[in-house]
């Protein structure tokens, strides 16, 4: 019988091994064009993988009316028929703690080709990097979990647990697709949400609303243009709200984010005003982004930020009697947290000092991911590290480091034997 060392050697060892089959992995994963709506083809893919694993394969389109009557559902303008969920379980013994992997296989569209100097399709390797559109955000991430329970099983460890890996859809718009995992009746001792983290280990995401504002203004005669009021004026006036609201919140605190202007971020995306160049303006709709710490209520942070509008409206001439409409719409993503003390987060932490030899860094992540829909949903405690930065989330010319992605791998392996322990 082989000690723990050995066995844990074996499993790195194996990564090491497979390093050019990770790296081509990820690469078909990147060629499958999965923007949100258009999933069914990568799941596919991945369904074969899985069966290739010999892992029990879960296949199914969710139930719009199910979800909606859920209140973790996110209204969405288009179902999931021909977009399909698919989990793969490997059943341990039953002697060991069950684990999920959690992601998602949607991606936001490449943008204009112009902004990509290597083929946002195309999975280049390049400096040590990869190139595309979800190289960070978040196939890097599907990889890992895929391969590392591969390594596990091909060094001929068994986890006593079991071990869940949840490939989900239309992660980018609403988080739907790990509700419907939810309802669908999956749950474990623990998760780890596999999204980029620049490899830190994060037990905390912030929330992410979305808000309008539709400010009214007054046309007139381009002969008689003294008796217009600007929405465009009017609504520069809001514009600069918003922005003075985020620099008041940037004074809140909590211990997992020491700079919270990424957390807090709270900014205008659109600003639409005007219908023809010589018609002076009467309506601007504002639409815009706001984050929530997850110590905070986001219902409190909408309150008071409705009220702040409307104390910047009571100050002008015109919007005190023509206030401002704020409504909160689209996505809304709630913040959640576990103890960074929390065993699954002890876990990781000494899963990736074992993979790497370095200390792992415990942080909060800044932005929404569906870690949320576990915790508060299905009461399954989860942490989120993976491969990938977030600071090309959504980025043109995005990448992932090919180091990062097989020490995600190795670190997830580990958390693997580690949680669920193993025979052999």
């Known amino acids: 019988m082989e000690s723990s060392g050995q066995v844990k050697e074996k ?3 194996t990564v090491d091994k497979r390093r050019d089959e990770i790296v081509a992995f990820l690469q078909d994963l990147i060629r499958e064009q999965s923007v949100t709506e258009n999933e069914a083809s990568i799941q596919r893919f991945i369904t074969s993988k899985l069966k290739e694993m010999d892992l029990m394969v879960d296949v199914w389109e969710p139930s719009w009316n199910e979800l909606k009557k859920h209140q973790g559902y996110v209204p969405v303008k288009v179902g999931y028929e021909g977009r399909p969920n698919v989990v793969g ?3 341990g013994r039953g002697k060991g703690k069950s684990l999920i992997f959690n992601g998602h296989v949607d991606v936001v569209p490449s943008g204009p080709q112009e902004g ?10 390049e400096g040590g990097k990869m190139y595309g559109r979800g190289t960070s955000d978040m196939k890097s ?7 590392a329970l591969k390594c596990v099983l091909e060094a001929g460890v068994k986890p006593e647990g079991d071990v869940i890996l949840e490939y989900v859809m239309d992660e980018e718009y609403s988080g739907n697709g790990t509700l419907a995992c939810i309802l669908r009746g999956y749950k474990a001792d623990a998760a780890v949400n596999c999204e980029a983290s620049d ?7 912030t929330g992410s609303m979305w808000f309008n504002i539709t400010v009214k203004g007054r046309s007139a005669s381009m002969s008689r243009i003294w008796e ?3 929405a465009v004026e009017k609504g520069y006036r809001v514009f600069r709200a918003v922005s003075d609201f985020e620099t008041i919140r940037l004074e809140k605190r909590h211990p997992l984010y020491a700079d919270p202007r990424a957390a807090l971020a709270c900014f205008v995306g659109m600003f639409h005003s005007g219908s023809y160049p010589s018609i002076p303006p009467d309506l601007c709709l504002i639409r815009g982004r706001m984050g929530v710490l997850p110590n905070e209520d986001p219902h409190e942070v909408q309150r008071t930020f409705i009220q702040y509008i409307g104390k910047v409206a009571d100050c002008d001439p015109w919007l005190k009697d023509h206030k401002p409409e704020v409504v909160f719409t689209g996505y809304m993503g709630e913040p959640a947290e576990i103890p960074p003390d929390h065993p699954i987060c002890k876990t990781v932490e000494a899963s990736f000092e074992e993979a790497t030899g370095r200390r792992a860094v415990v942080k909060g992540h800044e932005g929404c991911t569906d870690s949320r829909l576990l915790i508060k949903h299905a009461e399954v405690p989860t942490v989120i590290f993976g491969p990938g930065t977030i600071t090309q989330m959504h980025a043109a ?6 180091d990062d992605l097989i020490a995600s791998v ?15």
């Open 141 to 147: 991430g599907l990889a890992a979990m895929t391969m």
């Open 89 to 91: 379980v490997y059943r």
């Open 11 to 13: 499993i790195l060892k």
């Open 410 to 424: 190795k670190t997830m392996a580990l958390t693997i034997v580690n949680w669920c322990s193993y025979s052999q």
């Open 397 to 402: 010319d995005e990448w992932v480091k090919i």
């Open 228 to 230: 217009a009021v600007s």
């Open 116 to 125: 990509w100097p290597h083929d946002p399709w195309g999975g280049q390797v």
């Open 199 to 205: 490899l830190e280990v994060q037990p905390a995401h």
